[in-house]
C-alpha cells in the first residue's frame, strides 16, 4: 500500500459544478496536508495547507481533513475552467523521517464552459 | 524575478550520455530539494539539501549525484543516461525544516527525454 493513494482520474466537470478530491494516507505521524495544484508545463503550486484535522476554507475552495479515518478532502465550489489542472495531494510528519513531502499521484481536473 | 528557476527546460539525449541540471532560487532559503514527476504525475522527492548540506537522499540510482556550491544553488548531474530516466525533474526551495509549516516553492521543471 503506497503511503498516500489518491483518486484516479482524470476528472470532467461542467463550469459550476461543485468538485471533490480526496486522498488516504496511511501514516499516522503526517501532521500537515497540502493540496497543491500544477497546471500544465508548470510547476507544482501551494493552494492550501491545513494542521492537523479540521476544516479551512479559502474562497471558493474548502480543505478538510480527518485524521481518525486517514482521509483529506479538497472542494472546490463554483467551478471555473481556470480551474483546469491537476491537483496534487501533500503530507508530512513534523520531523525526521516523515519531515519529507509525500504525494498523492495527483489527479487532472477539466472544468468544461 | 523568478523565485525558483532552472536550467535548462527541455533536455533531449541519447541513452549513455550524461548531463546535468541547474537550479537557482532568489528567496534566501536555507533549503533545496530535487523531485522526479514520471508520467503519470507522480511527484518524488529524490534529495534535499540544507545549507549545502545532505539532509534527503531517497533510493535513487548512484548514477543521480546532487551539488549544491552554495545555498542558493542545486545543481543535479546523472551519468550514463537510461530510458527510465526520462520524467520531468522539479527542483523546489523552503526556509529550512524544522517544525511549523513551510512552503516548498517549486522551479518550473526541466523535462528530460532520452532515446
Known amino acids: 500500500q503506497k503511503e498516500v493513494e489518491q483518486d484516479p482520474g482524470p476528472l470532467s466537470v461542467p463550469e459550476g459544478a461543485i468538485v471533490s478530491l480526496n486522498c488516504t494516507y496511511s501514516n499516522s505521524a503526517f501532521q500537515y496536508f497540502m493540496w497543491y495544484r500544477q497546471y500544465s508545463r508548470k510547476g507544482p503550486e501551494l493552494l492550501m495547507y491545513t494542521y492537523s484535522s479540521g476544516n479551512k476554507e479559502d474562497g471558493r475552495f474548502t480543505a478538510q481533513v480527518d485524521k481518525s479515518s486517514k482521509y483529506i478532502s479538497l472542494f472546490i465550489r463554483d467551478s471555473q475552467p481556470s480551474d483546469s489542472a491537476t491537483y496534487l495531494c501533500a503530507m508530512r510528519g513534523w520531523s525526521g523521517a516523515n519531515s519529507k513531502l509525500t504525494f498523492g499521484k495527483g489527479i487532472t481536473l477539466s472544468v468544461r464552459p | 524575478d523568478t523565485a525558483v528557476s532552472q536550467t535548462p527546460k527541455y533536455l533531449v539525449t541519447q541513452m549513455g550520455n550524461d548531463k546535468s541540471i541547474k537550479c537557482e532560487q532568489n528567496?534566501?532559503?536555507?533549503?533545496m530539494y530535487w523531485y522526479k514527476q514520471d508520467s503519470k504525475k507522480f511527484l518524488k522527492i529524490m534529495f534535499s539539501y540544507n545549507n549545502k548540506e545532505l539532509i534527503i537522499n531517497e533510493t535513487v540510482p548512484n548514477r543521480f549525484s546532487p551539488k549544491s556550491p552554495d545555498k542558493a544553488h542545486l545543481n543535479l548531474h546523472i551519468n550514463s543516461l537510461e530510458l527510465g530516466d526520462s520524467a520531468v525533474y522539479f527542483c523546489?526551495?523552503?526556509?529550512?525544516?524544522?517544525?511549523?509549516?513551510?512552503?516548498?516553492?517549486f522551479g518550473p521543471g526541466t523535462r528530460l527525454t532520452v532515446t
Open positions: 528567496l534566501g532559503h536555507d533549503t
Open positions: 523546489a526551495s523552503s526556509q529550512a525544516p524544522g517544525q511549523g509549516f513551510y512552503e516548498q516553492y
